[in-house]
């Protein structure tokens, strides 16, 4: 998964990031509402966190352009307003959430879980299974032939958007889009390199292969006779 933070108070984001990547979230910042629009017009976000006091453009006239440009990533407003005319506006603007700030960790990550659940209208498995790999997304623990399985943050990341995708072939960009942040080199090795570790616990202690390459295409996990 992709979060969007738009947030010029850089310790503000660096905590929210932080936070969301030991998630095992896909995290990009902009710091101000321009580029925060270019990043959300121009790149795939399965939810955005925007801040209303922005430079260069403010929050909720970015939310307003981004759904008159059709771009219906959910988004969570942030704001030290409480009110509840400043929360109206912030949902009529485009939000689809409001969180005031200071806030807990807690509740910022059940929002956004909720409205990536509403985003794509099923509800959110707690459990990802494929043949005799299992993944519970709530313990975070994997398990293969009854044998748990250690992962770091992004291998679990990277095994989790193949399992979302099981019989789908993903391409090094998909997957650098929704387990990398959008400023990764796409010539680098890193996936590559990320598979083959991946491959080395999933797959060769067991015996048969769940991760499979497409030369030239990119990568499918799937159970195959």
């Not at 006239?61 to 929360?87: E, H």
């Not at 603007?93 to 059940?110: N, R």
Request: glycine share 4%.
């Amino acid at each position: 998964m992709r979060i969007l933070i738009v947030e010029d108070d850089k310790q503000t984001a660096l905590f929210i990031a932080k936070g969301l990547k030991q998630e095992s979230f896909a995290v990009d910042i902009a710091p101000d509402g321009e580029q925060g629009l270019n990043l959300a017009i121009t790149e795939p976000y399965d939810a955005a966190v925007i801040d209303i006091m922005l430079p260069k453009l403010d929050g909720l006239s970015l939310i307003d352009t981004m759904r008159r440009n059709n771009t219906d990533i959910p988004v969570i407003v942030l704001s030290a307003k409480s009110s509840i005319d400043d929360r109206v506006k912030g949902l009529q603007a485009g939000g689809d959430d409001y969180l005031v700030k200071p806030f807990a960790f807690s509740e910022l990550i059940a929002r956004i879980q909720a409205l990536i659940r509403r985003a794509t209208r099923a509800s959110e498995p707690t459990t990802l299974s494929v043949s005799d790999l299992k993944m519970d997304l709530v313990s975070r623990k994997v398990i293969r032939k009854d044998i748990e399985i250690e992962l770091q943050p992004k291998e679990f990341a990277l095994l989790e958007y193949l399992m979302r995708n099981t019989g789908r072939v993903v391409s090094k960009t998909m997957v650098m889009e929704h387990v990398w942040d959008y400023n990764f080199d796409p010539q680098t090795t890193v996936v590559e390199s990320r598979i083959c570790r991946l491959r080395d616990k999933v797959d060769r202690p067991f015996g048969s292969n769940l991760i499979h390459t497409i030369r030239g295409v990119g990568y499918v996990l799937e159970e195959r006779n």
